[in-house]
């Protein structure tokens, strides 16, 4: 479809969903090819498909040739399908970045730099990164963070003194 005369081109410029229920009584489409021809819409609803980010990857949409509206549940729908389909998108991107981090790797023959002193990792770009920030960017991987046993002993060796004293239980 023709930008000029797409009703998805006005569906994502918003932030809400556009609702059109007679194109014939709308001033943006009454004279639209796709309204006067093939494939004579005359009902659109298009929901924004946004990103984590904000930025809008097209529009998830519904065409009628009769006027129509959508009630509160089928709005509710379409807007749950948007959040999927991006999902999905989102989903896909982290994927190939993943195996595209791993055929780095591949034709690294299995080798990750890493430094030795701060576990910065070498990227695909060959910048150095925290291996945190790496591992998020070509995968799905979330961190949650703690302190293992070993590394409580070795620095906070009071609060684990006073753990087997029962002095300090952690909540």
């Excluded at 006005?10 to 194109?23: C, F, G, R, T, Y």
């Excluded at 509160?72 to 749950?80: R, T, Y």
């Excluded at 990164?129 to 002993?153: A, T």
Aim: with cysteine.
């Amino acid at each position: 479809t023709r930008r000029d005369w797409s009703f998805c081109t006005h569906a994502i410029k918003e932030n809400n969903p556009l609702i059109v229920h007679d194109a014939y009584q709308d001033k943006r489409f009454i004279n639209n090819p796709l309204v006067t021809g093939e494939p004579k819409i005359r009902f659109y609803a298009g929901f924004p498909l946004k990103n984590n980010e904000g930025n809008k990857l097209g529009t998830l949409c519904v065409i009628d040739r009769k006027p129509g509206s959508l009630d509160e549940e089928q709005c509710s729908i379409m807007e749950l399908l948007a959040k999927q389909i991006v999902s999905f998108l989102e989903l896909r991107k982290r994927s190939l970045n993943l195996l595209d981090a791993l055929s780095h790797l591949h034709n690294q023959e299995g080798i990750l730099s890493v430094c030795s002193y701060c576990r910065e990792v070498r990227n695909k770009d060959g910048d150095w990164q925290h291996i945190e920030k790496y591992l998020s960017n070509v995968s799905n991987i979330q961190f949650s963070h703690g302190v293992c046993d070993s590394c409580m002993e070795r620095h906070f060796p009071d609060v684990v003194e006073a753990w087997s004293k029962n002095e300090y239980m952690p909540s």
